[in-house]
C-alpha cells in the first residue's frame, strides 16, 4: 500500500499563513525587518518557484552556506513545499571538509552568502554541476560575478508565480544536517518530515509551547539546534523566532527586554557569557518563562546565577540523530535534581543497556538508546556508520547515562570518554563537573592518559588560573569525588579548540596532550 501524502506535509508556511497570516514570525535583529507569517509564505511560494526553474525537483538536495538570515528561512519552507532536501552546511569548516561534504550531498542547486564567498571554490570543486545562487545584502543584481551565480533575490522576481505542487510523504527526507565532526569529516544525518513533525510535537506538548511566545535563536542554522530546537516548533504554533548574522551575549540580553522574549534556549557557554556581562544586572528578564540549556552539561553556578534572577533554566539532551527535544523537566520540578536532564518526553522512549544491549538497573550507568518518531533515518552514504547507530530499533546515542529512581536521567558524558583506571570506571563529565565548581578554573576537560601502575590515569586540561597545582586540586576534590577519579596531571590552555557550536574538540584535546607523561 502506497504512503499517503497529505497536501499539507511541508507546507509549514502556507498551514501557518492560513491561520495567522498578520502575526509576525520572524524578525531579523540584523537588519530590523519584521515578517508576517503572509509574507513568509510568499517568499517561500518565490524561493520555490526559483529552486524549480533551476532544476530543482522532489527529492533533489540543495546546499546552502550562509550565516542566520531570513533566505535561509525561506529555503526551508521552500524546499518542504517542493519536497526537496534542505542541506545547511557550516561556513566554519576547513575547505577540504567543504569539498567532501558538497560531495556527499551532490546538490543540484547551491546557495552561498557573499560574506563567505571564499568558500566557493572547495564548493565548486566537490559538486561542479550545482546551479548556484547567491544570497546577501548586496546580491540583487542577475549576476554576481565575484562567485558567479544567480542572485536569488532576483531569480525570485523573474520565476513564475504558478504555485508548486509536490506530492510530499511524512517519510521523505526535508533536512541533511550534519554532525559536528569531531572525529573528521562530518557526517550528513538524513532527517525526514516525520522526524521534523514529532519533534515539533514533542517540543510543544512538553515544553508548552505558546502562540504568544518570541525567542533570540543562538544556534546556527547549519545545526540541528538552529531549526528543532525552537525554530520550528515555534513556527508550528504561529511563535516569533529572532534571528541574527552574529549573535554576542550583550546582544540576546538586549533582545530579550526589547521583544519581551518568552523563551530561551542556548548552549552553557553563552548562558555563562549572558550571567557575566556587565549589562546583567540591569536586564528586565521577567518576560522569561523559562530557559533551557543544551549542547553539554551547564555548571550547577551558572543555573543557580540565573534562577537567582527569577529564571527557571534547566538542562535538556539532544543530539542530532533523534529528537533534539528528547527530555523536560516536569511541572515544579525540584532544584536537587537540576543535573538531571528531566524525564522522556511524551513521544519519546528511553533505556539504559550494557554493552549487550541488556536494559541495567536504575542507577547503574550505560548506555542511553532513544525511541522515537522524531528519530532520524540514516546518514547519508555512510551504511555501516548507519547501522551502527540506527539498526538495532533503538537510536544508540553514544552517551553514558543513569537513571534515577524517580524517572529522571543523567548524563555521564560520552562512551568513547570514558576510561578505566585501576579497574575502575572513571567518567569525565563527573570529574570536569566537580573542577569547575573552583572558583579560579573556568573550563575544563579531562582526558585519560598511559601509567605505567594504573593502566590508565586522568589529565586535567584546564582553562583558569595557571598557578593551580595537582596538590591544590587534590585538596579540593577530596570531598566531592572519589581519589581514583582524581586526575593526576594538570596542562593549561588559554582557549580550547572547538568541532561545533560551543562543542569543544575533544579529539584536539586528546591528540595535543593525550601522550603519557
Known amino acids: 500500500m502506497a504512503e499517503l501524502s497529505p497536501d499539507w506535509v511541508g507546507d509549514w508556511s502556507g498551514r501557518r499563513a492560513s491561520l495567522s497570516p498578520e502575526r509576525v514570525g520572524l524578525v531579523d535583529a540584523t537588519t530590523g525587518t519584521e515578517y508576517t507569517y503572509a509574507e513568509l509564505d510568499e517568499r517561500a511560494e518565490q ?45 566554519r569548516l576547513a575547505p577540504r571538509e567543504l ?27 566537490g559538486a561542479d554541476e550545482s546551479e548556484v545562487f547567491v544570497i546577501g545584502e548586496q ?12 542572485s536569488l533575490a532576483a531569480a525570485r ?3 513564475s508565480e504558478t504555485p508548486t505542487e509536490s506530492s510530499v510523504t511524512l517519510s521523505d527526507p526535508h533536512l541533511l544536517l550534519h554532525t559536528g565532526g569531531s572525529t573528521g569529516t562530518p557526517k550528513e544525518t538524513v532527517v525526514p518530515h516525520r522526524a521534523v513533525y514529532w519533534n515539533s510535537m514533542t517540543t510543544i506538548a512538553a515544553w508548552g509551547l505558546r502562540q504568544a511566545d518570541t525567542t533570540p535563536m543562538p544556534f546556527p542554522m547549519f545545526h540541528t539546534g538552529g531549526w528543532n530546537v525552537l525554530t520550528v516548533p515555534l513556527f508550528h504554533v504561529g511563535g516569533t523566532v529572532i534571528i541574527a548574522r552574529e549573535f554576542d551575549p550583550g546582544e540576546v540580553l538586549r533582545l530579550l527586554t526589547k521583544r519581551d522574549a518568552t523563551v530561551l534556549v542556548a548552549v552553557p557557554a553563552v548562558l555563562r557569557m549572558m550571567a557575566t556581562h556587565e549589562e546583567w544586572e540591569t536586564t528586565d528578564l521577567s518576560s522569561l518563562r523559562f530557559a533551557k540549556s543544551g549542547g553539554g552539561p551547564c555548571r550547577r ?26 527530555f523536560a523537566m516536569p511541572d515544579n520540578w525540584p532544584q536537587e535534581k537540576a543535573a538531571a536532564v528531566g524525564v522522556p518526553g511524551p513521544h519519546v522512549s528511553a533505556r539504559i543497556v550494557d554493552d549487550g544491549g541488556t536494559p541495567v538497573p536504575a542507577g547503574d550507568v550505560g548506555e542511553l538508546e532513544l525511541s522515537s518518531p522524531a528519530a532520524a533515518d540514516c546518514y547519508l552514504a555512510a551504511p555501516d556508520e548507519s547501522q551502527a547507530t540506527f539498526g538495532g530499533g533503538w537510536v544508540s546515542t553514544g552517551d553514558l547515562a543513569r537513571v534515577d529512581s524517580d524517572g529522571y536521567y543523567y548524563i555521564e558524558g560520552r562512551k568513547k570518554n570514558m576510561f ?36 590508565t590515569v586522568g589529565r586535567a586540561v584546564i582553562k583558569g588560573d595557571g598557578s593551580l597545582t595537582i596538590e591544590t586540586l587534590e585538596g579540593f576534590l577530596d570531598d566531592r569525588l572519589a581519589r581514583f577519579k582524581h586526575p593526576k596531571t594538570l596542562a593549561f590552555v588559554d582557549e580550547f579548540p572547538h568541532a561545533g557550536p560551543s562543542k569543544i574538540d575533544r579529539e584536539a584535546i586528546k591528540s595535543r596532550f593525550g601522550k603519557s607523561s
Not at 51 to 65: E, Q, S, T, W
Not at 304 to 312: A, H, K, N, S
Open 47 to 91: 524561493t520555490a518557484a526559483a529552486l524549480a526553474a533551476a532544476g530543482v525537483a522532489h527529492g533533489d538536495h540543495v546546499l546552502v552556506v550562509s550565516r542566520n538570515r531570513p533566505a535561509l528561512v525561506d529555503l526551508f519552507f521552500a524546499t518542504g513545499k517542493l519536497g526537496a532536501v534542505l542541506a545547511p552546511v557550516s561556513h
Open 99 to 125: 569539498e567532501e561534504l558538497a560531495a556527499r550531498v551532490d546538490p543540484t542547486a547551491m546557495i552561498i552568502e557573499e560574506s563567505v564567498a571564499e568558500l566557493s571554490s572547495p564548493l565548486h570543486a
Open 139 to 150: 546580491s540583487s543584481g542577475d549576476q554576481h560575478t565575484s562567485l558567479d551565480g544567480t
Open 157 to 159: 522576481e523573474h520565476a
Open 301 to 326: 553556578d551558572v543555573l543557580e546565577t540565573w534562577w537567582d534572577r527569577g529564571v527557571d533554566l534547566s538542562q535538556g539532551y539532544g543530539l542530532t540523530e533523534c529528537g533534539p527535544n528528547n
Open 420 to 455: 578505566v583506571s585501576g579497574g575502575e570506571n572513571v567518567y569525565p563529565a563527573e570529574v570536569e563537573d566537580a573542577l569547575t565548581d573552583h572558583p579560579d578554573i573556568e573550563e575544563a576537560i579531562v582526558i585519560g592518559v598511559p601509567d605505567e601502575t594504573w593502566g
